[in-house]
């Protein structure tokens, strides 16, 4: 038999985590923390998995939200083997790092274990790797040969190192698109789709629910931001611009840099600084082992400033500069959240969203602000009224609804399980997808709730 058994994640994006039973070969996919949740609350329910056979966990990409809850799945059970691809275990050493000093600022639980820098140092040497388009074999331990998988990753599309996941089981096979782009970025290239006829598709519906006209080509919408940006530098004012330290970092470093380059935006200072320095050096090391736009190009050949060697957030307002700060929903207590307080009172300056905002985060509420509105971004703060300029961009790493449907139109899967995507998204791609595709099923998994999806051990190949 084989089943899907969500443990995290499934009707929204966070804490993604799912168990899939080959004829008793555990594979568990992804296995993420809850960016808006605390303590026991963020983490995958675990508990599912106490009586389950544990034998693998495959790992997407390095994003919080895929990757953060696996040295507490390693706790649990130390046994199970990890693969990704290399590109994702380089940039995991730097983000679980990164996770051991957040989670201890974040949650006062007692009862909480955390993991130490020391717990991250030994994962990393327990990850095993495969390069795309490579399969490797995920035997069972219990030496039962219609348990076997072979397992291969493809490029996603969406960061470096970002794959999805076919699946192979005697015969039926499983893909799992993780966080997949089927449109070009600054530095990444579109996703790559396997090339076969599936039984079961695990699509994720980030933009599901997103008009697709809102959302322009990459390089339509550096146009717009070019446009925009040099209102705001040629009158004296700086930007800031909030971004996740992986990823979008280093896609929009690349194209500020480059329109720059083209003469198309105002050659101003930027200013980086973080995690996101050292992630900009993985890039520029595998830019010749992945796909890329341009595999000449490194981020690390563009000037930048270190905001931390500021002695005071005054200095972005002596003359015009660009910001980039993490993290992209400005979450209090983060570099972006700290300066965009200062950024909201200048009144020449700017603030520019680029991406995907919670509705629970500070960055949604400023997002959303006007000018004279006055904000409490956290309920201990004082209210601020917005002086600055406020402009909204989407600078996609997600497909569009209309490329999920591609993806299903290309894979031909019996069945469709929708994850990754708040009511709304899973509504529309799934009405889209029975309408369209008359034959397939589609469902919307529910944590803890088991779909089985196919009674036999063997299928004639």
């Known amino acids: 038999m084989i089943s899907l058994l969500p443990v995290g994640g499934g009707n929204e994006i966070g804490a993604n985590c799912f168990y899939l039973n080959f004829n008793g070969n555990g594979v568990i996919l992804d296995c993420g923390i809850h960016p808006q949740k605390n303590g026991f609350d963020s983490l995958p329910k675990f508990e599912l998995l106490e009586n389950k056979s544990t034998d693998y966990v495959l790992i997407s990409h390095a994003h919080q939200d895929h990757i953060a809850a696996l040295p507490f799945l390693i706790k649990k059970f130390p046994h199970i083997k990890i693969f990704s691809t290399p590109q994702t275990r380089a940039l995991a050493e730097l983000t679980l790092h990164n996770a051991v000093s957040i989670l201890k600022k974040e949650i006062s639980d007692d009862q909480f274990e955390f993991y130490m820098h020391d717990d991250v140092d030994l994962l990393i040497k327990m990850i095993n790797y495969s390069e795309y388009e490579k399969g490797f074999l995920l035997q069972s331990f219990h030496q039962q040969t219609e348990a076997n998988v072979t397992a291969t990753f493809f490029d996603a599309g969406h960061i470096l190192g970002s794959a999805g996941i076919l699946l192979d089981n005697n015969g039926y096979k499983i893909f799992y698109t993780g966080d997949i782009n089927l449109s070009n970025q600054a530095i990444q290239t579109s996703a790559i789709l396997p090339k076969v006829k599936v039984n079961t598709l695990i699509l994720e519906t980030t933009y599901g629910a997103t008009d697709s006209s809102q959302l322009l080509s990459w390089d339509k919408e550096a146009e717009r931001f070019a446009k925009e940006a040099n209102k705001v530098l040629t009158s004296g004012g700086s930007i800031l611009i909030p971004v996740f330290a992986l990823g979008k970092l280093q896609e929009l470093l690349a194209t500020i840099w480059l329109l720059m380059q083209k003469g198309k935006l105002s050659q101003v200072d930027i200013f ?7 992630i900009n050096r993985v890039y520029d090391y595998n830019r010749y082992v992945v796909n890329r736009i341009d595999k000449e190009f490194e981020l690390s050949a563009i000037p930048q400033n270190d905001y931390n060697e500021l002695t005071s957030t005054d200095d972005f307002f002596k003359h015009p500069l660009i910001v980039l700060a993490s993290s992209g929903m400005m979450i209090k207590g983060t570099s972006s959240y700290e300066f965009a307080k200062r950024f909201l009172q200048q009144i020449n300056s700017a603030i520019f969203t680029v991406g995907y905002m919670d509705e629970n985060t500070p960055g949604f509420k400023i997002a959303n602000a006007n000018k004279g509105e006055k904000l409490f971004l956290d309920e201990s703060d004082k209210s601020i009224e917005v002086k600055c300029e406020i402009k909204n961009f989407r600078f996609s790493a997600h497909a569009k609804r209309e490329e ?30 029975l309408s369209s595709f008359k034959k397939t099923k589609v469902y919307s998994p529910v944590c803890g709730k088991e779909i089985v999806l196919s009674n036999q051990e063997i299928l004639n190949k």
């Open 404 to 433: 999920l449907l591609a993806i299903v139109k290309k894979l031909k899967p019996d069945n469709v399980i929708l994850i990754h995507g708040d009511e709304h998204a899973i509504n529309w791609v799934g009405k889209e997808i």
């Open 272 to 278: 980086t600084g973080g995690i996101g320095t050292k």
